[in-house]
């Protein structure tokens, strides 16, 4: 099991095709390429005069989100279960009925996880401090919802609404999250500004989370209540130590609570220990 956290294409041997990159990230000579056949045969060569005999003969490489999702199967009683990763970049996953994915031509309502690439959706009212971000990524135009909510640029952001100079060039999410949580000794201004960048990623992803939800329950009329959240991401988890709380996550929980249809509800588990390597050991046993 290969957990990959960029955008690629399934393949029925298992495999994915890599179709871009995200998150600043641009290793040449890949793109169109299959991520998980290089691996296999490295550990083939790896264990090819290994005492043990030890022979690999598929892989099965999945998305982060997808990986996360599996994950949150280990929590019983839900109707519906829903993958996420808010860190250096955004994404989600779910389960949908094989007759609501036109594409796939099934009559059949068994239930298939499916990796939604949210993070390539161009979100209405992003400002102008937005698109001055997305004009200096290595991928302009694409991945407009993650460059406004995810680790990856929120310190672009910071910087491009404050003078860059002001900041060491290392400057990223992690110092803005200590700006926020420790603000003594920081500008009041740069203060604020950072929390509010913070909140409006938090509330961004309550609401994809919310508007998700209303697919799941319009796909399957009066039987999805109860959601189970699998979340991973060092933005989402992101812990005030002072404090003892993860202020990220309680925003998320506060903005859905206003959000969500009248009689569904969604529980974000505990963050959960090695999610990428528990998922990814699943897709390997299916």
């Given at each position: 099991?290969?957990?990959?956290?960029?955008?690629a294409?399934a393949?029925?041997?298992g495999?994915?095709?890599?179709?871009?990159w995200?998150k600043g990230?641009?290793?040449?000579?890949?793109?169109?390429?299959?991520?998980g056949?290089?691996?296999?045969?490295?550990?083939?060569?790896?264990?090819?005069?290994?005492?043990k005999?030890?022979?690999?003969?598929?892989?099965?490489?999945?998305?982060?989100?997808?990986?996360?999702?599996?994950?949150?199967?280990?929590?019983?009683?839900?109707?519906?279960?829903?993958?996420?990763?808010?860190?250096?970049?955004?994404?989600?996953?779910?389960?949908?009925?094989l007759?609501?994915?036109a594409?796939?031509?099934?009559?059949?309502?068994?239930?298939?996880p499916v990796?939604l690439?949210?993070?390539?959706?161009n979100?209405?009212?992003?400002?102008?401090?937005?698109?001055?971000?997305?004009?200096?990524?290595?991928?302009?135009?694409?991945?407009?919802?993650?460059?406004?909510?995810?680790?990856?640029?929120?310190?672009?952001?910071?910087?491009?609404?404050?003078?860059?100079?002001?900041?060491?060039?290392?400057?990223?999410?992690?110092?803005?999250?200590?700006m926020?949580?420790?603000?003594?000794?920081?500008?009041?201004?740069q203060?604020?500004?950072?929390?509010?960048?913070?909140d409006?990623?938090?509330?961004?992803?309550?609401?994809?989370?919310?508007?998700?939800?209303?697919?799941?329950?319009?796909?399957?009329?009066?039987?999805?209540k109860?959601?189970?959240?699998?979340?991973d991401?060092?933005?989402?988890?992101?812990?005030?130590?002072k404090?003892?709380?993860t202020?990220?996550?309680?925003?998320?929980?506060?903005?859905?609570?206003?959000?969500?249809?009248?009689?569904?509800?969604?529980?974000?588990?505990?963050?959960?220990?090695?999610?990428?390597?528990?998922g990814?050991?699943?897709?390997?046993?299916?």
């Amino acid at each position: 099991g290969y957990c990959f956290s960029y955008p690629a294409a399934a393949r029925l041997n298992g495999d994915a095709v890599l179709l871009r990159w995200t998150k600043g990230m641009d290793i040449p000579g890949m793109v169109g390429e299959p991520v998980g056949e290089p691996l296999l045969k490295y550990l083939n060569n790896r264990f090819k005069n290994s005492s043990k005999k030890i022979v690999f003969d598929s892989i099965k490489v999945i998305n982060d989100t997808i990986a996360c999702l599996f994950a949150g199967f280990s929590e019983v009683g839900y109707d519906s279960y829903i993958g996420l990763i808010v860190g250096t970049g955004t994404n989600m996953a779910c389960l949908m009925p094989l007759n609501k994915i036109a594409k796939l031509n099934m009559k059949s309502e068994d239930l298939i996880p499916v990796n939604l690439e949210s993070g390539n959706f161009n979100p209405p009212y992003l400002t102008i401090i937005d698109r001055m971000v997305d004009a200096i990524s290595n991928n302009k135009g694409s991945q407009r919802f993650e460059k406004a909510v995810s680790g990856g640029y929120l310190a672009d952001m910071h910087q491009t609404i404050f003078n860059t100079s002001l900041f060491d060039a290392d400057f990223n999410g992690g110092d803005m999250a200590k700006m926020i949580n420790d603000p003594e000794g920081y500008d009041e201004e740069q203060v604020k500004v950072a929390k509010w960048i913070f909140d409006r990623s938090a509330q961004l992803v309550a609401a994809t989370i919310a508007g998700l939800v209303q697919v799941l329950v319009e796909q399957s009329p009066g039987k999805i209540k109860k959601i189970c959240l699998a979340a991973d991401g060092s933005v989402f988890w992101g812990k005030d130590v002072k404090k003892n709380a993860t202020p990220y996550k309680d925003k998320v929980s506060e903005e859905l609570k206003a959000l969500l249809p009248e009689g569904v509800t969604v529980t974000i588990i505990d963050e959960m220990k090695n999610p990428n390597m528990v998922g990814a050991a699943i897709s390997a046993l299916i």
